[in-house]
Nanobody, 130 residues
């Protein structure tokens, strides 16, 4: 059974940073595209970042315009974990952050659409506030 578990969320001041983790069991993350999404109160879930499998597009990475230059996605195959380093945080980054995977290795052009992603973690809350 495939399971994704996010961790690393918390309360952080504006301008601060956090490292979110997405640990997997039952699935070798290096073979599949992994997406990070977030959902703020009262808003729809949106794609934040995506990393392709190591064997597909050499693990290419993709980011939403709103987080480019501030967030970094990476993968540690040995730990079967994908990370999302989030920095220069703003109040509008406050949300529950989720990781997800599909059976595909590529981050397709519509990677930011949550509908095609079949397996989700439970989420980790990030609150940016002074």
């Amino acid at each position: 059974q495939v399971q994704l578990v996010e961790s690393g969320g918390g309360l952080v001041q504006p301008g601060g940073s956090l490292e979110l983790s997405c640990a997997a069991s039952g699935l070798p993350l290096e073979w599949y595209a992994i997406g990070w999404f977030r959902q703020a109160p009262g808003k729809e879930r949106e794609g934040v970042s995506c990393i392709s499998s190591s064997e597909t597009s050499n693990g290419s990475t993709h980011y939403a315009d709103s987080v480019k230059g501030r967030f970094t996605i990476s993968r540690d195959a040995a730990k079967n974990t994908v990370y999302l380093q989030i920095g220069s945080l703003k109040s509008e980054d406050t949300a529950v952050y989720y990781c997800a995977t599909t059976s595909a290795g590529l981050c397709y052009s519509d990677w930011g659409d949550p509908d095609p992603w079949g397996t989700w973690g439970q989420g980790t809350l990030v609150t940016v506030s002074s």
